[in-house]
């Protein structure tokens, strides 16, 4: 399955943004869905994922209340809405899939992988 994210941009801290991350290839209600993001000089870490049917889904505590994954099969398309964001919310943002079901927070435990999305959150 191929991944286009797009989305980011900058922002000032308290703002919004949503991402989206397309999926083309294969069924895409076959795939767990997520999001990680990067900063410099950091690992890439798990921030949200969610289900095959999008019923189920998980979030790393520091962005919880704030950002909301949710998917449309029909559009094969995973979406992260950012709400309150902080300037150490700025990160390279990208999307993965995982064929089995589980929602994990390794990036071993995804497949395939989109080309990532700059998040810049100014102070």
């Given amino acids: 399955v191929q991944l286009q994210a797009s989305g980011g941009g900058l922002v000032q801290a308290g703002g ?25 000089g950091k690992e890439r870490e798990f921030v949200a994922g969610i289900s ?13 209340g704030r950002f909301t ?3 449309d099969n029909a559009k094969s398309t995973v979406y ?9 919310d700025t990160a390279v943002y990208y999307c993965a899939a ?12 995804y497949d395939y992988w989109g080309q990532g999305t700059q998040v810049t959150v100014s102070s």
């Fill in 16 to 40: 919004s943004l949503r991402l989206s991350c397309a999926a083309s290839g294969r069924t895409f209600s076959n795939y767990v869905m997520g999001w990680f993001r990067q900063a410099p």
């Fill in 52 to 64: 095959w049917s999008g019923g189920v889904t998980y979030y790393v505590d520091s962005v919880k």
């Fill in 69 to 71: 994954i949710s998917r």
């Fill in 80 to 88: 992260l809405q950012m709400n309150s964001l902080k300037p150490e």
């Fill in 98 to 109: 995982r064929y089995y079901s589980g929602i994990y927070s390794r990036t071993a435990d």
